[in-house]
């Protein structure tokens, strides 16, 4: 599946100590473990506090004025956002939000300590390869726990969910088959779906390469299949389909790789093995959307913006004060208000400006899942920023516009000049 000595021969080529495997790791699981809840914190949050502390030393003597420049605004727009609540909503929660701003500002300075760590290539592909190392373990994990629900003997997968949901709506559809969804060790199988996606966006999308890469797609389209979940297998397919898309020359249509190819034929091959469950849990759920009869569908779109309010939309209801809402950009806007959601959508710009590509992932996915406050939200944002930073990236039809109009200017300046 991979390749241990690719792992020494990044290690011996690049020097990586301990230290820095241990923060890749530490990152890896915060991600992995983010469903897991202790008390009021889950196991993301206990893992990067102190790995945010570490990052933070780290670069303490050698940090640029840029990043103090964004730590300093997101501290300025929290503290204007809680005085002006404090002063002029009277239903303002003032604990809740002291208590969301200083997570957020802990997460921003985590943001910023890991961009900065991730500055040099050989530890990117050592990140992109723990991050598709722990897709598989998850996937055996949920294949397993599969097995053990649907199976006739009593196998042991409680402990799994030790530390998040165990209800019986957490991981069965409701249907006439009555399908056992994945779900692994997250609590909703499109929550997995969530963490599958993120990857294979890095995967796709990333110019940083790895060894079998296309192994690790392959297995991440199968877990992706097994959820069945409705917004992970779409945005599924919207990747696949930008990125073939990018592949393919305007001028060179017929050209495709070998590779490319049979991976067509593979995720071909794999939907008419599940016709008839993506018949039921895709086809009969987009008839039941169009109809409008999709609650979940309904409460995800338009239900989340039903906190904003006309009196409010400057600052928002305050930091953590709306209820949970299913995706961040109604929950910004209800909290924030109008000043904070524009900060939110300059970030949404840099990050399409960076990678149209993996910046139209970024606006999906925070469609997909709401939760401003926790550690995914946070760990989504610096993963994208860190591998959008590449050269070399795929030319999709705006890099290549771009480029034509640079270049149709630089020639039009040289004939000027001779």
């Keep these: 599946m991979f390749n241990y000595n690719q792992i020494l021969n990044i290690k011996k080529k690049n020097n990586i100590n301990a230290i820095e495997i241990l923060i890749i790791i530490a990152i890896t699981l915060s991600f992995v473990l983010s469903d897991w809840m202790y008390s009021i914190f889950s196991f993301g949050e206990f893992i990067i506090i102190p790995l945010t502390i570490i990052l933070f030393f780290r670069i303490l003597c050698v940090w640029k004025f840029d990043y103090i420049t964004w730590l300093i605004g997101v501290i300025f727009l929290l503290l204007w956002n809680i005085v002006a609540n404090f002063i002029w909503n009277e239903t303002f929660n003032i604990k809740a939000g002291i208590a969301g701003a200083i997570k957020i500002a802990f997460f921003a300075l985590f943001v910023i300590t890991a961009f900065d760590f991730f500055k040099k290539i050989y530890l990117k592909k050592y990140l992109l390869l723990s991050l598709n190392v722990s897709t598989v373990i998850v996937l055996i994990i949920g294949i397993y726990i599969m097995i053990a629900l649907y199976a006739q003997i009593n196998l042991p997968y409680e402990f799994f969910w030790k530390f998040g949901r165990t209800d019986y709506q957490s991981y069965f559809f409701r249907g006439p088959s009555g399908l056992v969804r994945m779900r692994s ?30 192994i690790f797609n392959l297995l991440l389209v199968v877990g992706l299949i097994a959820t069945f979940s409705y917004s992970a ?140 406050l926790g550690p995914t939200f946070w760990i989504l944002l610096m993963l994208f920023l860190v591998f959008s930073a590449n050269e070399n990236q795929s030319q999709t039809p705006m890099r290549i516009v771009s480029s034509n109009f640079k270049r149709f200017k630089y020639i039009r300046i040289r004939k000027n000049f001779e």
């Design 233 to 372: 297998i779409g945005i599924m397919v919207f990747q696949f389909l930008l990125f073939f898309f990018m592949k393919v020359k305007f001028k060179e249509v017929s050209i495709v790789k070998y590779r490319s190819l049979v991976a067509i034929l593979t995720l071909l091959t794999i939907m008419f093995v599940f016709k008839d469950i993506l018949y039921e849990t895709i086809y009969l759920r987009t008839m039941d959307i169009v109809a409008g009869r999709d609650q979940s569908f309904i409460e995800r779109v338009a239900g989340s913006w039903q906190y904003i309010s006309s009196d409010k939309i400057i600052n928002g209801n305050g930091v953590g004060n709306t209820g949970v809402i299913f995706n961040n950009y109604a929950y910004i806007l209800s909290d924030f208000g109008v000043i904070g959601f524009l900060f939110f959508l300059l970030i949404n710009a840099i990050l399409l400006f960076r990678s149209p590509e993996l910046g139209l992932l970024y606006i999906l996915l925070n469609f997909q899942r709401g939760g401003y």
């Design 185 to 214: 060790i997250f609590n909703e199988p499109a929550h997995l779906g969530y963490f599958f996606n993120v990857i294979l966006g890095l995967n796709l999308f990333s110019s940083i390469k790895i060894k079998r890469k296309w």
